[in-house]
């Protein structure tokens, strides 16, 4: 039995969950502790090596992060603290716990999970996933293949970063009603859809457990669909990749 332990890195919470490979996308054993502040790499390291320690599972461990990862070192810090880049995320997370790490980038991560259990299932032609919550993540698959690090929240509209005109949090910090939170992610959306005329959007993050509220009110010509792994989609995205990776 491959049961491999997946970790989702946030701004607020770190969840964990040992999933369990040759059945899919199940996970058996699940932990979440708040993110601790400041979040950084120490103090991450530390608590990635406890969550290893109470979730034994052997093999490579897959992570994710809300940043650009290219080889396991940290190329970004938009939502998190700066002194994460230029950091071997890889490096130090096996020291911390012992095993073999895959880190990758949350959006990617969940993308994965997305194309292979979920909303993405047996799609080819261009999907492209994104996440609206404290940020705006991006993950763009081509006939299932993922092309990594798109960082599609960081696209300029308007003379600003997209993601601080339409992450889920400026719906809740502006007190938005959908409608005109709907109409920010709706100009997003349409950007992206001209850059990359994708065949389908999947909606990912917090947001899209709502998505009744807003997907009715969106204007692009792909099909938009909800995200359909929950909150497991990081957890099993990054599990699977590290088994593929490293397993
Ligand atoms: C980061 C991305 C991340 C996204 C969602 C953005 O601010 O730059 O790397 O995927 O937030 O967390």
């Known amino acids: 039995m491959r049961r491999r332990l997946g970790i989702d890195i946030g701004g607020s919470a770190i969840k964990a969950g040992i999933v369990d490979l040759d059945a899919g996308s199940a996970v058996v054993e699940r932990l979440e502790i708040p993110t601790p502040q400041p979040a950084t790499p120490p103090a991450i390291a530390e608590r990635i ?14 992570i994710t992060f809300p940043a650009v990862i290219r080889h396991g070192i940290v190329g970004s810090a938009a939502n998190v603290d700066e002194s994460w880049i230029g950091t071997d995320g890889d490096a130090l997370f096996e020291a911390a716990t012992g095993q073999p790490v895959f880190l990758m980038n949350d959006a990617d991560a969940a993308g994965i999970a997305e194309m292979r259990f979920g909303a993405g299932r047996d ?5 492209i996933m994104v996440t609206f919550g404290t940020g705006i993540g991006s993950a763009i698959f081509i006939d299932g293949r993922l092309v990594p690090n798109t960082e599609l929240g960081h696209l300029e509209i308007r003379g600003r970063d997209a993601e601080d005109r339409a992450a889920a949090i400026v719906k809740t910090r502006l007190r938005l009603g959908w409608v005109r939170w709907a109409r920010l992610a709706d100009e997003y959306l349409r950007t992206v859809e001209r850059l990359f005329s994708p065949d389908r959007f999947i909606i990912g993050g917090g947001i899209s457990h709502e998505a009744d509220k807003f997907l009715p009110l969106l204007t692009v010509r792909a ?9 497991d989609a990081g957890i099993v995205g990054a599990a699977v990749a590290a088994e593929e990776r490293l397993g």
Not at 123 to 127: K, P, S
């Open 49 to 62: 090596g406890e969550i290893a320690r109470r979730l034994r599972a052997d093999g490579p461990i897959g």
């Open 123 to 127: 799609r080819a032609g261009t999907v």
């Open 223 to 231: 099909e938009v669909v909800p995200a359909a792994m929950g909150n």
